[in-house]
């Protein structure tokens, strides 16, 4: 198991997976800075609620360049020389699409640009800090505790176990979005290979959340301390792989 990393970032953290993330990240003592985002900060009450000095919120519009920009720039201002050891992609949308209803690109390019290529462009602006924490250790040891991304996708992602269509689950354009997340994540593993940047993908399960809505079999508090453990179990051999939340293999 790996030591704890320094500093973590956790988008779309106000309510649901990234919230409880945060909570179960907080339980460790050892990391000094957790940044969670929030569209809408003075909306997040759960999150404004949580009283912890290393508990830095931020907000965060997944779609704006400007507003992307204006975070890491403030990330940076926290974290300083020692750069970021751990990045959580876990903002998303799901939008209700299937192929038997009247087409709406809009939607389509909507879910793509929430979930995809919003998590591609924040993983790229935050590739500088990530760079400078893993800088900061020698060898070829990959960890949270040196530099690492966590993208948080969705067993819906997998193409080779899907057997339900759009049909019984409206979620073709959330799928698809997915399934192009783990494809970043692969590729995004092989490119920082040399930067000694960890990037793992995570399904953490069917649960009772606003996107999973109130008939998911599981509970936040039993699937998200589950995910969180792995995350510190992290190492060479899970690089640009994806994972069910006990660190099980998912099929691509």
Excluded: C
Aim: proline content about 4%.
């Amino acid at each position: 198991m790996s030591s704890s990393p320094k500093s973590v970032v956790v988008t779309g953290a106000n309510r649901g997976i990234g919230l409880t993330i945060v909570k179960e990240l907080l339980k460790d003592k050892n990391i000094q800075y957790i940044i969670a985002t929030a569209r809408e900060v003075e909306n997040a009450t759960e999150l404004k609620s949580i009283n912890d000095p290393r508990l830095h919120i931020l907000p965060l519009d997944v779609v704006s360049d400007k507003s992307i920009d204006t975070f890491v720039s403030k990330v940076t201002d926290i974290v300083g020389a020692d750069g970021l050891n751990l990045l959580v992609n876990n903002a998303g949308a799901a939008f209700e699409y299937r192929t038997k209803m009247e087409l709406n690109r809009a939607t389509l390019v909507k879910q793509f640009d929430v979930n995809t290529i919003s998590l591609v462009i924040i993983t790229q602006k935050f590739l500088p800090l990530l760079r400078k924490s893993a800088s900061k250790v020698s060898g070829d040891k990959l960890s949270i505790s040196r530099s690492a991304v966590v993208n948080i996708s969705s067993g819906l992602a997998s193409v080779s176990l899907n057997n339900y269509g759009s049909d019984i689950i409206p979620m073709l354009a959330y799928s698809m979005s997915k399934s192009a997340v783990n494809q970043f994540n692969k590729i995004f593993s092989i490119d920082v290979k040399d930067d000694h940047i960890l990037t793992v993908a995570f399904e953490p399960g069917w649960i009772q959340t606003n996107l999973g809505g109130p008939h998911a079999p599981l509970k936040l508090e039993e699937a998200i301390p589950v995910l969180v453990s792995s995350f510190y179990k992290l190492d060479n051999t899970h690089h640009g792989g994806y994972f069910e939340r006990d660190l099980t293999p998912r099929p691509y």
